[in-house]
C-alpha cells in the first residue's frame, strides 16, 4: 500500500485534452513499451509529454505512518514526480511506501 496525493495544477485548456485511459494505460504491454499512464494519455492528445522524478528515503511523519500502518519515523520511500505536457507542468505527485 502508498500513500498518495497528486494535483493537475494546470489552469487552461491544456487539461481538458488530456485523458486518462484507465483501460490500457498500466498493462504490461504498455509499461514494457514506456507507454503506461501520463506519457501515453499525453501522447495520444497530441501533447509532447514528460516527466521529472525523484526518490528520496525519509522518516515518515504522523499522517502517511498512520495511513501505511507504520510507526511514526519508520523509513519510508519517496517518490516525487512532475508531469509536463509540451514543457508546461500539468500534474505534481508524491508517493510514500514503506522502506521494507
Excluded: C
Excluded at 504490461?28 to 499525453?42: K, Q, S
Excluded at 511523519?61 to 519508520?74: K, S
Amino acid at each position: 500500500m502508498a500513500e498518495r496525493t497528486s494535483g493537475n495544477h494546470g489552469h487552461d485548456a491544456v487539461d481538458d485534452r488530456i485523458r486518462r485511459n484507465a483501460r490500457s494505460r498500466l498493462t504490461r504491454e504498455a509499461r514494457e513499451g514506456n507507454r503506461g499512464a501520463f506519457l501515453a494519455d499525453a501522447a495520444a492528445g497530441g501533447f509532447r509529454p514528460s516527466a521529472a522524478v525523484e526518490v528520496r528515503f525519509e522518516p515518515a511523519d504522523a499522517r502517511p505512518a498512520g495511513r501505511l500502518a507504520i510507526a511514526e519515523g519508520a523509513e519510508v520511500t519517496v517518490r516525487d514526480r512532475v508531469l509536463r505536457a509540451d514543457g508546461r507542468v500539468v500534474q505534481l505527485s508524491v508517493s510514500r511506501l514503506p522502506a521494507s
